[in-house]
Each structure stands twice: as C-alpha cells, then as structure tokens.
T-cell receptor, first 113, second 114 residues
Framework: DVKVTQSSRYLVKRTGEKVFLECVQD?????MFWYRQDPGLGLRLIYF???????EKGDIPEGYSVSREKKERFSLILESASTNQTSMYLC???FGAGGSEQYFGPGTRLTVT | GENVEQHPSTLSVQEGDSAVIKCTYS??????FPWYKQELGKGPQLIID?????GEKKDQRIAVTLNKTAKHFSLHITETQPEDSAVYFC?????????????FGRGTQLTVWP
C-alpha cells in the first residue's frame, strides 16, 4: 500500500515563527502536492512538484515556499507564520501525468497563535 | 484555469435512501474526473473515477455519470449506510498533462441517519 506520512498531526506555533511541514511518500511517485483545507473552501492547492528540485505554484502560494531535495520528501515552509495560516495542511503524491490517483497523508492541523 | 463547482455543500439522508452530489466544470479539455471521500480525521481517498470516453461507471453501490456536452458529472450512492457519512470531493483534470494537478470542488458533507 502507498503510504504518505506527515511529520506532525498537530502543531502550535507563534506568529512570526518559521514553520516546516514535512511529507514523505514511499512509492517513488514523481508528483507531490501541498493543499490547505478550510471549512467551506475545500482543498486549495498551495504548491506542487513534479520532479526533484522542481516546483510549481498552485492557487494560493503567497506566504509559503517549498523544498524538494529528494524524490520521496516534500517540505512546506511558512517563512513567518501568521494567524490566517491556521488551517489543516494535507500532502499528497501521485504517479505519472494528470489522470492519476492522488494519495493523501492524514494531515497536519496547524494553529498559529 | 479550471473551475469546479460542487452542490450541495451539505446533504442529509436516511439510511437506505440514495444520495446524489453534482459537479460542473469549465475547461472543455478536462478529461479525468475522480471522486474522493474524506472520513473524519483522515486524508481524502479515491473512491471512483471516470474518464471522458465513457458516460457512466459503477462500483457496487456507487456510480458516477458524466455529461461532456453540459460539462457536469455526478456521484450516486444507493442504499446509503451510516459509514457513508463523510465529506465528498469531486475533481477534474487534463489527463495526460505532465503537471498532474487536480482541480477540486469545495466538498459535500454527507450525513446518513440510521
């Protein structure tokens, strides 16, 4: 079974802190994604990567950056956390081109105080 | 870019009844339409998908229909059970694109009452 793991289930950070969210997949997938989930807004794509060291902006990249140094690992970075970044963050991975199943991690609930 | 709209946002049904969730999309080049189910405390999981070369697909109690002309697709769940209670997301993408992203609807909270 494909497994996507996220470093933390719950995280509490203070405003202005630098925050790292880590995601690891074990199926050698090319594509990896970071989403943000908020009530009533569904899944919004922050960034995605289709290869090592490659990244593409999604729909809401402002305030975030990403890093993909190894194929299995995709990190989401909040350079200076703000309260409006309090949310559920979901990582996903998929194999190949569009039209492939995305496998999601369990999510990280981030609270910024 | 693609815009996917999903309705209703909440849906309550009695156990045994059917549930229907509808989505529309804007990009006529989209040709892959998956549905994801998210249970409480978990990430979304693919439950069924359809490609634009077919009009309907079934898997036991769930089915998806696609109308390419009208640019809408629907999820049908028959004989609903309490364990069907979850958030359901529809999505669309251009299959074959090297970037592989999905465009999601905003989700439907389905509650099945025993």
């Amino acid at each position: 079974d494909v497994k996507v793991t996220q470093s933390s289930r719950y995280l509490v950070k203070r405003t202005g802190e630098k925050v790292f969210l880590e995601c690891v997949q074990d199926m050698d997938h090319e594509n990896m994604f970071w989403y943000r989930q908020d009530p009533g807004l569904g899944l919004r794509l922050i960034y995605f990567s289709y290869d090592v060291k490659m990244k593409e902006k999604g729909d809401i990249p402002e305030g975030y950056s990403v890093s993909r140094e190894k194929k299995e690992r995709f990190s989401l970075i909040l350079e200076s956390a703000s309260t409006n970044q309090t949310s559920m963050y979901l990582c996903a991975s998929s194999f190949g081109a569009g039209g492939s199943e995305q496998y999601f991690g369990p999510g990280t609930r981030l609270t910024v105080t | 870019g693609e815009n996917v709209e999903q309705h209703p946002s909440t849906l309550s049904v009695q156990e045994g009844d059917s549930a229907v969730i509808k989505c529309t999309y804007s990009d006529s080049a989209s040709n892959y339409f998956p549905w994801y189910k998210q249970e409480l405390g978990k990430g979304p999981q693919l439950i069924i998908d359809i490609r634009s070369n077919v009009g309907e697909k079934k898997d036991q109690r769930i089915a998806v229909t696609l109308n390419k002309t009208a640019k809408h697709f629907s999820l049908h769940i028959t004989e609903t059970q309490p364990e069907d209670s979850a958030v359901y997301f529809c999505a669309a993408s251009r299959g074959g694109s090297t970037l592989g992203r999905l465009y999601f609807g905003r989700g439907t909270q389905l509650t099945v009452w025993p």
